[in-house]
Structures are given as C-alpha cells and as structure tokens.
C-alpha cells in the first residue's frame, strides 16, 4: 500500500491539506520517532467547511496589513495543535474531508495561470462578473477557497505570515494517508495531462519556434514532455507498472527543466532581438503551467522529496488569484507588466550612455548637456516669438510642438543632451542592477547603490550642463533680437508673466511639472517600444531585401536611411512625441477649461530669462530668486516624477517587489553618509566591497 507524508503550509485552509498529498512517502518508510503518523478516514462530517472557516476568523487579523498580529495569531494555532492532539486531529480531518470531496483539477490547472482569452475578451468578462460575479459549484476546490478565504483582502495577510512560520505548521501537521483512492489519482493525472496539452501547444507557437535555427530544436522538450506523461498515465491503468511509473515521472522532472531551460534561452534573446507582447504572454503562461506540472509531479513521485517552497509560493498565488479574479486594476497591472517586460530592457541599453563611471565621462557629459543648452536657448526664444503670430489655439499648439519636435530631433543628432530625457533611460538602467549582478539568488545591493550614486552625479552633470547655458545665452539672445529690431521679446506684463509663470506659490508650476515628468516618461516608453519593434520586426533586414526599396535609392543612401532607421528612429519617434506631447497641451488645457499645461526647465530658464530681460531688470533680488527656487523645483519634480515611473515600470517588468529588500535603503543611506562626494563628482573608482 502507498502511504503519503504530508506537510501542510496553512493550517488555514482546505488547500493545505493539498500540501498534505503532495508530501508523500514510499511504501515502508518508518514513521517520526516523536510522533506516530495518524492514518484518516476518507470522509468527515459536513461541518468541516464551517469548521475552517471559523478557524481562520480566529487567525484573521483585525486589519488585512497588520501581518505582525496575523502572525502572533498562527504562532497560537501551531501552539494549540502541537500541544492539543484533539485539535490537530479535528484540523487533519476537517481538511482531508473538504480535499477528498471537491474536484482540484480547475485549481490546478487554471487558477492563478494567465487567461488563454484575449485582452478585450478578459476585460469584459471581468466587467461582467464584477457586476454579478458567476456561480461556483460546491464541489469545485475553489468553492472551498472562497468560502474559507471569503474576505477580499484575505490575499495581504496570507502572503504576508513567513515562509518559516508555513514550513512549522507543516510539521506539526505532518499525517499519513492512503494515496490509493483512484478518485484523487484521476483528478492529479486528469490536471497533469491538460496541462501537458497546453504546454505543447504553446510550445509550437511561432513565438518560441522562431528563434531556433531548427524547428526540431526548438518544439522537442515540448513535445516529449506530453509523450512521457501519456506514457505515464496509460501505465497507471495497471497496478503492475508501479516501478516504471516512478522511472516515468523522474524523466518527466527532467523533461520540464528542459523546457525552462528553452524559455530562459529565449527570454535571453531578447536584448538582441526585441520581443513581442504576443510572445511575453505566451511565455509568462508557458513558465507557470510548467511550474504547475512539477508540483503534481512532486506529489505523484512517490519518494520522501517535497519542494515545500514552491507548494507556499502556489498556495499564495490561488487565494490571491481568488481574492483579485474580478480586479480590473489587478488585470490592468498584470497586462502593463506584460508591455513594460517588452520595452524596458532596450530602454535600458539606452540608458547606458546616460550612466558615467568616470571623472572624464562626468566632463564629457557635462560638456554634451552645454551643447543641449545652446540648442534649448533658441528653441525658447523661437517659441515665444511663435506666440505672437494670430491663429487659433490648435494651430499655436502645433506650432509650437514643431519647434520643441524639431529641436529635440536636432539635440540628438548633434550627440548633445537634454537632462530631462535622461531618467525615463537610467531607471531602466538601475531596475536591471537587480538581476545583472547577483549574490546568491538575491540582488548585490550594493552595486544597485552605486548605479544609483553614479545615475545622480550624471544627472547633476547635465542639468548643470543645461542650465548654465540656457539662462546667460537666452537672455543674449533676447538683447540681439532687441538690438536688431528695437522690439523686445516680452515687455511689461507679458515679460511679468514670465516670470510669474515659473513661482510655485503664484501659479500651479509644481503641478504642470508633474504632467511634463509624466510626458517625459511617457516618450521614453513609445521610443522603447519602437526600438523594439524595430529590432524584434527586424525593419532594417527587411528593408536591405525590398525591391522596391532597392530601386528607389542608391547603395550609399540606402545604408544611410537603414542604419539611421536601426540606430535613431526609436529615438526619433520619441522625440516627436514628445515635442507634441509639451506643444499641445496647453491647447487641451485652453480647450476643456482645466489646468492643464507644462513646465520644462530648460524652457522655463529661457521664459525666466527672457521676461528678465523684457523687464529691464526692474524686479528685486528676492523676486528673481524665487523665481529661481521655482525653476529648480520644476526641473526636481521634472526628474521625480519622470524617474520614478520609469523605475517602476522597469521594476514591474522584472518581477521585481521593492518590499523584499527593505534593507537597501539602509545601504543607500551608509553610502551617501561615508562618500556624498560620489553622489556630485565621479570617483576614481568604487567596489561595492568598500560599502560594506
């Protein structure tokens, strides 16, 4: 007879007791030397659910966040069951009874994996179930979870209690059971094989295919996993083929890696060829239906070997799925993943050239963003001059998003820089010091703080790049313009508004910098997108084999137009985004009657010089300080807002929680306290060893 061990990670919950069956043990093993195993009846009274469902009342903390008293309540229940065998007796079979009597295969097999439905499709079905949510039937698992879990907020404190705390409680829990109910077989093989199904089908998709010189290379792991579990399943039709079930379900193990190891081999892909949303999904669904499969596996091996981790981490994932199902935030968050994961490494590599290391990159930087400045100069007094032509909102709008398109065009391709188009690049940059250099398993926490110290002195480098060119040339470029017309750019109360226009506390400056950090943000994720559709389409490739193409220009500038293409358009389309981005939305704010603008603070130096000027300097010291005050305050929130929606973005895509690694402020901290210098001027050099 096979006997299973079991170790159960939440004492709370009906699936515990899946964590039961899933630690199993071959037939004659001894039993604990402190505690004989209890062997339980197959069925258990109808009050079983009730009886769970008040136990975790009583574990329930009074506030969904408040982990510290969910924990103290759990560390009384381990108390209670270890010391009270009437307790653990009633827990093991409240839990074996509602296991035994509910059908786990949609539990196993869809809750917490990606919908195969579409983005439109999924969307209306949660709409839908949110106004009336569907029916679930009694005996589906999930009914269990629902009923046991039944407060939205249940998902918080469940992944919230220790990992240490679950593994105890397996322990105490530790019981025997008789693994020879066909019922319970049927229902794991029934989930191992339509996952195996749908593995292979994912698996022959041109999104994995593709990358793979041979079509052979690329489908075989796929496809020999679901040969040997038909393999395995048709055996077990007879009691006789125990042993080479077991020899089945060992390749089986060794199959699914395989199969890992093929999707992290193209996911690496990615930094050279782009990806697609189509194939970021199929892969996100393809790693959590093998991760599914060796948790059944694990239960159907029959040896003393449990993955207990991996059993809390798909615990957690069902109760928060079944907490979250009808989450339109949830399911929006989950999809802008998807979309950040296709962008965020290219904007990444971008980014590189935005990260200076050493003192002759910190000048050469400072050197590219005085370049930027002489261009930001014209580009303020051009617009300014463009608001005194007469047409209708719409048309000033464009014409200035044409002036901004043109001159951030012309910032790129004269190698200068411009300091608020830095951050949306460098977050990315810092969001993958999390997996580029690794302890362990865990992130090195301490080349993270110096990326970040080495991301704040380049950003010092360009802003004062910018800004001590900016100020001083435009406001010689408005005494030109006076000195050859006679007419000065802004005078009187139109130069006052200038000024006025960049004081935090006289206007809603702070504000309009936010929405502009969020147009800068928002330009670096379209300009990620198309450097990798370009790449990921391979634009360049197909444009060298057009025939139309080939006619239509010669050798020479054919090379030209694809390698530009390939190196600028994402950069490019950016930068035209943007521009239109900062034009228009004055127009929209005018239109809709809302407070709706931007501020820049390059633009806004070359406004504050420019209504300086028009003033003829008739403004006290402390005006023009708080004027000042109001442009670095706009250039902070610039930078802010920008960086920190990129950062999250970037973080997003890799999976990554900050909460994990609350100790890396403390580092952050250590760092600026024993070198601030780092943080203004480049080093000679520094190891994360001298953090320590």
């Known amino acids: 007879m096979l006997s299973?061990?079991?170790?159960?990670?939440?004492?709370?919950?009906?699936?515990?007791?899946?964590?039961?069956?899933?630690?199993?043990?071959?037939?004659?093993?001894?039993?604990?030397?402190?505690?004989?195993?209890?062997?339980?009846?197959?069925?258990?009274?109808?009050?079983?659910?009730?009886?769970?469902?008040?136990?975790?009342?009583?574990?329930?903390?009074?506030?969904?966040?408040?982990?510290?008293?969910?924990?103290?309540?759990?560390?009384?229940?381990?108390?209670?069951?270890?010391?009270?065998?009437?307790?653990?007796?009633?827990?093991?079979?409240?839990?074996?009874?509602?296991?035994?009597?509910?059908?786990?295969?949609?539990?196993?097999?869809?809750?917490?994996?990606?919908?195969?439905?579409?983005?439109?499709?999924?969307?209306?079905?949660?709409?839908?179930?949110?106004?009336?949510?569907?029916?679930?039937?009694?005996?589906?698992?999930?009914?269990?979870?629902?009923?046991?879990f039944s407060r939205r907020s249940d998902y918080i404190w469940v992944e919230g209690i220790s990992d240490e705390l679950w593994k105890q409680f397996f322990e105490v829990l530790g019981i025997q059971i008789n693994l020879t109910e066909p019922a319970l077989i049927r229902q794991l093989q029934q989930s191992l094989q339509i996952l195996s199904y749908r593995t292979t089908t994912l698996g022959l998709e041109k999104e994995i295919t593709h990358r793979y010189d041979k079509f052979e290379d690329a489908v075989y792991p796929f496809l020999e996993q679901n040969r040997l579990i038909n393999e395995y399943i048709f055996l077990g039709q007879s009691a006789a083929n125990t042993e080479k079930q077991r020899i089945l379900l060992a390749n089986i193990t060794e199959t699914l890696h395989n199969c890992n190891q093929s999707i992290q081999w193209i996911r690496e892909q990615r930094i050279a060829y782009g990806t697609s949303l189509a194939?970021?999904?199929?892969?996100?669904?393809?790693?959590?239906?093998?991760?599914?499969?060796?948790?059944?596996?694990?239960?159907?091996?029959?040896?003393?070997?449990?993955?207990?981790?991996?059993?809390?981490?798909?615990?957690?994932?069902?109760?928060?799925?079944?907490?979250?199902?009808?989450?339109?935030?949830?399911?929006?968050?989950?999809?802008?993943?998807?979309?950040?994961?296709?962008?965020?490494?290219?904007?990444?590599?971008?980014?590189?050239?935005?990260?200076?290391?050493?003192?002759?990159?910190?000048?050469?930087?400072?050197?590219?963003?005085?370049?930027?400045?002489?261009?930001?100069?014209?580009?303020?007094?051009?617009?300014?001059?463009?608001?005194?032509?007469?047409?209708?909102?719409?048309?000033?709008?464009?014409?200035?998003?044409?002036?901004?398109?043109?001159?951030?065009?012309?910032?790129?391709?004269t190698g200068s820089t411009l300091a608020t188009k830095q951050p949306a690049y460098t977050a990315n940059n810092v969001a993958s010091s999390f997996d580029a250099q690794k302890i362990g398993d865990r992130p090195d926490l301490r080349n993270l703080a110096i990326t970040i110290g080495k991301v704040s002195r380049t950003q010092l480098a360009s802003f004062a790049g910018n800004l001590l060119v900016v100020f001083p040339l435009t406001y010689l470029l408005a005494w030109l313009f006076f000195a050859s017309t006679g007419v000065k750019i802004a005078e009187g109360a139109a130069a006052q508004k200038l000024l006025s226009d960049q004081q935090p506390f006289h206007s809603l400056a702070w504000l309009y910098a936010c929405f502009t950090g969020f147009f800068l943000f928002a330009s670096g994720l379209i300009a990620g997108y198309v450097e990798n559709y370009l790449v990921y389409s391979k634009i360049g490739e197909r444009l060298r084999h057009s025939t139309a193409f080939r006619y239509g220009f010669g050798e020479k500038r054919r090379y030209k137009i694809i390698h530009y293409i390939e190196n600028n358009m994402g950069a490019l389309i950016g930068n035209i985004a943007l521009g239109f981005f900062l034009g228009m939305a004055g127009f929209f704010g005018k239109t809709f009657g809302i407070p709706f603008d931007i501020r820049h603070i390059t633009i806004s130096a070359a406004n504050a010089a420019i209504g300086f000027f028009g003033l003829g300097h008739n403004i006290s010291a402390g005006e023009l300080w708080y004027t000042l005050f109001g442009v670095f305050g706009i250039g902070f929130l610039n930078f802010a807002v920008s960086f920190g929606l990129a950062f999250y973005v970037a973080v997003k895509s890799r999976g990554i929680r900050l909460k994990d690694y609350p100790e890396f402020l403390g580092i952050l901290w250590r760092y600026l306290l024993r070198y601030p210098r780092d943080f203004f001027k480049a080093p000679q050099s520094r190891t994360a060893a001298q953090l320590k």
């Open 4 to 148: 299973v061990q079991l170790s159960v990670a939440q004492q709370s919950t009906a699936f515990l007791f899946m964590l039961h069956l899933l630690r199993k043990k071959k037939a004659g093993n001894t039993e604990p030397a402190k505690q004989q195993a209890i062997v339980l009846p197959l069925h258990s009274p109808n009050r079983s659910l009730e009886f769970l469902a008040e136990l975790i009342n009583k574990i329930r903390p009074d506030e969904p966040e408040d982990i510290a008293q969910a924990e103290l309540k759990f560390q009384a229940l381990l108390f209670q069951v270890s010391q009270d065998r009437t307790s653990l007796f009633s827990l093991r079979k409240a839990l074996l009874s509602q296991f035994l009597k509910t059908n786990i295969v949609q539990a196993l097999s869809e809750s917490g994996i990606v919908s195969s439905r579409g983005f439109v499709q999924e969307l209306i079905t949660k709409l839908k179930h949110k106004l009336l949510p569907e029916l679930q039937a009694p005996d589906n698992f999930l009914y269990v979870i629902n009923k046991i």
């Open 279 to 413: 194939q970021t999904y199929i892969l996100t669904r393809l790693q959590q239906q093998i991760n599914r499969m060796f948790i059944i596996v694990d239960v159907l091996d029959m040896d003393s070997l449990f993955n207990t981790e991996r059993f809390v981490m798909y615990f957690r994932t069902v109760v928060h799925n079944e907490n979250r199902k009808h989450s339109l935030k949830e399911f929006l968050s989950e999809n802008t993943g998807y979309l950040a994961y296709q962008i965020a490494e290219h904007g990444g590599r971008t980014g590189e050239k935005f990260i200076t290391t050493t003192r002759k990159e910190f000048w050469r930087m400072f050197r590219s963003a005085a370049g930027g400045g002489v261009i930001i100069s014209f580009i303020g007094i051009i617009k300014n001059l463009l608001g005194k032509i007469p047409v209708t909102p719409f048309w000033l709008g464009f014409l200035y998003s044409a002036n901004y398109s043109l001159g951030f065009i012309l910032i790129q391709d």
